[in-house]
């Protein structure tokens, strides 16, 4: 049986400083239409809350009430004492073959998997496998390591987290619902490796990537886009699986979309067993 690690936080910035959002019950909810599709004696799914309480994100509290919670702010040390959180709770929960993540979720354990890439290469990374959705890697992770963040990258970072912010908030939804999305990206735009979203990834060295079989989920619509394609990049592509389910910060509930996410954690558990 493939045991799957699954965090879930509400994110506490309602400004543009990291406005990912996720609720209390939001991904198990989310994720629900698709696990039911899975062979259940084949994966467990362990739904954890972040540690540190906070308010409520932007169109939050709409939902879910409290308690909200945060895996950290945005600061570098912040993070990394988000990090040593979640290592010491796979220490006493684990082992996890994966982690399947949900925007802050997202940034967490992929500065987690980037650091031990460029520390510890040679040592076991903490899961074979990652399925992200709607997330991105924090930029201030990727410079620490040494690999350089143009100023077009931190643009593109700032003005996502603006536009998300604005289009999560209350405000939004009572007024637009869904439409609030609005057009969004061309996802056949994006083709030129030398230019994403302010990153040259023909200069980032193959070995600094993040070398674990990964699964990366967006929609075209999310203004956080950038972000999830970037981090998709930072991972390595030959063990790489990207899908557009076409909606916005969030996973639609249709019936291909479910059934897509289901072979794609599918997927993960045969790479989790070959890894």
């Not at 969004?184 to 990153?199: C, E, L, T, V």
């Not at 075209?220 to 930072?234: E, G, M, Q, V």
Request: glycine residues 6%; negative net charge.
């Amino acid at each position: 049986m493939e045991k799957a690690l699954v965090p879930k936080s509400f994110n506490p910035n309602p400004v543009s400083t990291h406005p990912h959002l996720q609720a209390l019950k939001y991904l198990i909810e989310i994720s629900a239409s698709f696990r039911k599709l899975l062979d259940e004696s084949q994966f467990e799914f362990d739904f954890i809350d972040a540690p540190y309480p906070c308010a409520a994100a932007p169109g939050i509290d709409l939902f879910y009430p409290p308690p909200y919670y945060s895996f950290y702010d945005p600061p570098l040390e912040s993070i990394k004492a988000g990090h040593t959180w979640l290592k010491n709770y796979v220490a006493t929960h684990g082992p996890y073959d994966g982690v399947m993540n949900f925007s802050q979720g997202c940034a967490l354990t992929s500065s987690i998997l980037l650091y031990h890439q460029n520390y510890y290469p040679n040592k076991e990374p903490l899961f074979k496998t990652a399925i992200f959705i709607c997330g991105g890697i924090p930029l201030d992770v990727v410079a620490d390591i040494g690999i350089p963040v143009s100023n077009e990258a931190r643009d593109w970072d700032e003005s996502s987290k603006v536009e998300l912010t604005a289009k999560a908030s209350n405000e939004a939804i009572l007024r637009e619902g869904t439409k609030r999305w609005g057009l969004g990206f061309d996802p056949f735009a994006i083709s030129d490796k030398r230019d994403i979203f302010g990153f040259n990834f023909e200069e980032i060295p193959k070995e600094s990537l993040i070398q674990i079989p990964t699964v990366h989920v967006y929609g075209a619509k999310d203004p956080r886009y950038p972000a999830s394609i970037t981090l998709a990049h930072f991972c390595e592509a030959s063990v790489r699986r990207t899908y557009d389910h076409g909606g916005g910060h969030d996973i639609p509930r249709r019936g291909d979309v479910s059934a897509m996410m289901a072979e794609l954690v599918e997927w993960c558990g045969m790479m989790a067993d070959r890894w």
